[in-house]
């Protein structure tokens, strides 16, 4: 059985959380942008700008990164990589840079979006903000500067957040072994 890490009314005050923080390190956002990773990120992302908007009464720059060029296993699988939409309408030359994605587990999703936004301009700095940090499952020596929650999980483990805007529902869920199995084959059909 699956086990429930986030939802309800607890998702939103994480939510909340996450975009307090953000105003206490970037004030009036006049020289920050947030960039969702693609595919599931930009969700996340989204959610934020919406806060942070209604908080601040003006526009947050946000944008979308696409970042299948950039992954290590690129070349590796047996069936192509189909990119996602790409949207970053602005250039992120000494910016503030808030990478944004919605489970951080080895880290090497965060490294390929560290390489990808070197398209746009160099960031005066990049921060990491996720929604659920998988502890001690890095591949890589990177941290989030923002986290939503963090959960420990064995490897054969899965977490799967769900979006209104994708899934009709919105939560965090924790799945078995072979929960997280049956999810990955409909993923590859």
Do not use: C
Request: hydrophobic content about 35%; aromatic content about 8%.
């Amino acid at each position: 059985m699956s086990k429930v890490l986030l939802a309800g009314e607890q998702f939103e005050i994480t939510l909340r959380r996450l975009s307090a923080q953000l105003i206490e390190n970037h004030d009036d956002f006049n020289n920050t942008a947030l960039i969702g990773l693609q595919p599931r990120g930009i969700y996340l992302a989204l959610a934020l700008q919406k806060r942070l908007e209604t908080f601040l009464k003006k526009p947050i720059q946000t944008g979308r990164l696409d970042i299948t060029f950039y992954r290590d296993d690129f070349r590796r699988r047996s069936e192509p990589i189909l990119p996602s939409a790409l949207d970053i309408n602005f250039s992120v030359e000494d910016k503030k840079v808030v990478l944004i994605d919605d489970v951080f587990y080895t880290g090497r999703t965060v490294r390929s979006g560290l390489e990808a936004i070197q398209a746009f301009g160099r960031p005066s700095i990049i921060e990491l903000l996720v929604l659920v940090d998988r502890k001690y499952s890095r591949h890589l020596p990177i941290q989030a500067d923002y986290s939503g929650i963090r959960v420990d999980t064995r490897s054969n483990e899965r977490v799967k957040v769900k979006w209104k805007e994708t899934d009709g529902e919105r939560g965090v869920w924790l799945l078995t072994e072979e929960e997280s199995k049956k999810a990955k084959e409909q993923e590859n059909r």
